[in-house]
């Protein structure tokens, strides 16, 4: 199958350091990948560089076949390259209903005028209900952000996330600061997501990366030292050493 999401080797460097040492992934639509690494290893550098927050030393990145590289955030954003939001860029006093038909609308590019047409509020209202429902937010759907549980926050930046129709979702993980009685919530909505959306997940929770990956790949001081299948890549000598030698320097690993 082509590849709906290409990264070429993918270079970083700050001063001497090389934190980002020529990456390249590929993903097919459908796919479902963790990128996991000890602490430091690079996973955020990664992110910021394909989505356009960070530039590259050198490497491409290419959605749908097109060459984004030279292109900023939002120009990525609009072709389908989206980042999961983070909670702090929730409004507190809002509703997951109005987050989500804001960011339909604002996607359409009609920011608020919409709602002026009868029709046109319906396929909006239609449609941020079909995304609260894969989230299994409905039930929450007009309460304020406030009263909500941390997890379903978490939920609805993923929302957010849908409502930008992207083809390639990037979620920066989503189970962080998330109790362990609401990891069973998340896991349930990311297996809800579209068949057919290619989804990068960054995450700490083993069990989570476990369950939801079907491949995973392990970055080791800005190096892919892994590529492959879950069942695989506990048994692998690199991976071991790798957080071995994170544990003993740091203490703690991802
Ligand atoms: N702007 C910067 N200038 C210099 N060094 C940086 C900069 N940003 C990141 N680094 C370094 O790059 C390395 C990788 O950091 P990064 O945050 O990408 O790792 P990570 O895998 O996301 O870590 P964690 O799991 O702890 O969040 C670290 O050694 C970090 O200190």
Redesign the pocket.
């Known amino acids: 199958m082509s590849a709906i999401f290409e990264v070429q080797q993918l270079r970083r460097n700050?001063?001497g350091?090389v934190?980002t040492n020529d990456v390249s992934i590929s993903m097919a639509k459908g796919d479902r990948i963790a990128l996991i690494?000890p602490?430091?290893?690079?996973?955020?550098?990664?992110v910021n560089l394909v989505t356009g927050n960070l530039k590259p030393s050198s490497g491409s990145v290419k959605l749908a076949g097109e060459d984004v590289t030279a292109l900023n955030s939002m120009q990525r954003v609009r072709r389908g390259l989206v980042r999961s939001f983070q909670v702090t860029r929730l409004f507190y006093d809002m509703t997951p209903e109005e987050h989500v038909s804001l960011a339909i609308l604002q996607r359409e590019g009609k920011s608020g005028r919409m709602f002026g047409s009868h029709a046109g509020m319906r396929e909006v209202m239609e449609e941020t209900y079909d995304i609260l429902g894969t989230l299994g937010l409905t039930a929450l759907a007009q309460s304020r952000v406030s009263e909500i549980a941390y997890g379903q926050q978490r939920l609805l930046e993923i929302a957010l996330a849908l409502a930008l129709k992207p083809k390639v979702l990037l979620l920066d993980e989503p189970a962080a600061g998330v109790p362990q009685s609401d990891t069973g919530r998340i896991e349930q909505a990311l297996e809800k997501l579209p068949a057919d959306l290619a989804v990068l997940m960054i995450e700490?929770d083993m069990d989570l990366v476990f369950r939801f990956a079907k491949r995973v790949v392990v970055?080791a001081a800005?190096t892919v030292i892994f590529d492959g299948s879950p069942s695989d890549v506990t048994n692998d000598a690199r991976v071991r050493e790798a957080y071995l030698g994170s544990y003993a320097n740091a203490g703690s690993a991802?």
């Open positions: 700050f001063g350091l934190v690494g602490n430091g290893a690079g996973k955020t550098t990664f700490h970055l800005g991802a």
